[in-house]
């Protein structure tokens, strides 16, 4: 890295002895042997995590994970969107009418419409005991045929 050889190394000990003095020179060399080993953790870390970063990406790419991970926040979206609704209409439920066999078939939501739907279509037609009697004061010809004719 540095290209720094044998020789160069011997002439920076003998320098550093020289100007430390041979008192201090084990203390100092136990504390540049940290330093220099924490550095070579710290590069190493580096070049582990620049790695690792490498592969991850290139992961990504090849299985597509960026699109499957859209595809689930839509599909998660819709899904919220879609309970909301459930909440909504189960909230603006009315609960008077309720048949709980129907609860149990699983048709409540058609049995609503259809109560609904009577509900507003009878308000405007006459009921079948409206329909079944007759208009006018005439016997039906069925029964007056039958009353007629001698046995």
Known sequence: MFDIGFLEIVIILVVALVVIGPERMPEVARTVGRYVGKLRTFIANVKSETEFDKHRSHVE????????????????NSLTRTMDDIRDEFSSADFDDLDIDSLSSGSFRDSNKEKKADSTASSNQPTEAQVAM?????????DVDSEKKPS
């Open 61 to 76: 790419e090849t299985l597509g994970l960026n699109n499957e991970l859209n595809d689930l926040r839509t599909t998660g």
């Open 134 to 142: 007759p208009t006018s004061t005439e016997t039906p010809k069925s």
